[in-house]
């Protein structure tokens, strides 16, 4: 079985251009989350969709957004980048996704590493 | 709320010595707890998880991690460092119910010497 495909893997923009990452998630699997891992900030949670519906979403401004297709596939966009937005985007896909009371694993995949200059 | 703590950014060891890297959650329900390793370019994979089965849990690669909820600890051991070890390791709590998100430690990078 494949694992959780991102694309691109490597990226580099310029300050104010906007990005789409994609994520296809392992199949069968339906949830789909992505966290930014920074040096500074470490690992932290930018949103999960299940069902083509934002479920849950962390602390990030407006210009991050995202979205599930129907066939589970995931895309996150950021728009005005910012220099500190450099940083490896990793998407992670779940069987149910977390509700059920948090147990489900998630597989990650190998991220896509944005640079912006 | 929920939190990770790792204590220790950076530990190092000698090949065959125990490992020993330390987590501390913070959480206002009973947690679901998990180890991740994450190798250079590569992204995250799961060592082991707690879900409340059993206080002692067993991983991949030898390793295993011990739930405490008297000392709200999840610390992972492996018995003897192996070279092929050496990589970030990082400590993660989902508390369930809705919060469909797991929260991160800053991660403690693994050494292992000749």
């Known amino acids: 079985k494949a694992g959780v495909t991102q694309t691109p893997r490597y990226l580099i923009k310029t300050r104010g251009q906007q990005v789409t990452l994609s994520c296809s998630p392992i199949?069968?699997?339906?949830?789909v989350s992505w966290y930014q891992q920074t040096p500074g900030q470490g690992l932290q949670f930018l949103f999960e969709?299940?069902?083509?519906?934002?479920?849950n979403k962390g602390n990030f401004p407006g210009r991050f957004s995202g979205r599930q297709f129907s066939n589970s596939r995931s895309e996150m966009n950021v728009s005005t980048l910012e220099l500190g937005d450099s940083a490896l985007y990793l998407c992670a896909s779940s069987l149910e996704g977390l509700m059920t009371g948090g147990q489900n694993i998630q597989y990650f995949g190998a991220g896509t590493r944005l640079s912006v200059l | 709320a929920q939190s990770v703590t790792q204590l220790g950014s950076h530990v190092s060891v000698s090949e065959g010595a125990l490992v020993l890297l330390r987590c501390n959650y913070s959480s206002s329900v009973p947690p679901y707890l998990f180890w991740y390793v994450q190798y250079p370019n590569q992204g995250l994979q799961l060592l082991l998880k707690y879900t409340s089965a059993a206080t002692l849990v067993k991983g991949i690669n030898g390793f295993e991690a011990e739930f405490k909820k008297s000392e709200t600890s999840f610390h992972l051991t492996k018995p003897s460092a192996h070279m092929s070890d050496a990589a970030e390791y990082f400590c993660?709590?989902?508390?369930?119910?809705?919060?469909?998100?797991?929260?991160f430690g800053k991660g403690t990078l693994l050494t292992v010497n000749p």
């Open positions: 199949s069968g699997h339906r949830s």
């Open positions: 993660a709590v989902n508390s369930g119910g809705s919060n469909y998100k797991l929260t």
């Open positions: 969709y299940f069902s083509e519906t934002q479920r």
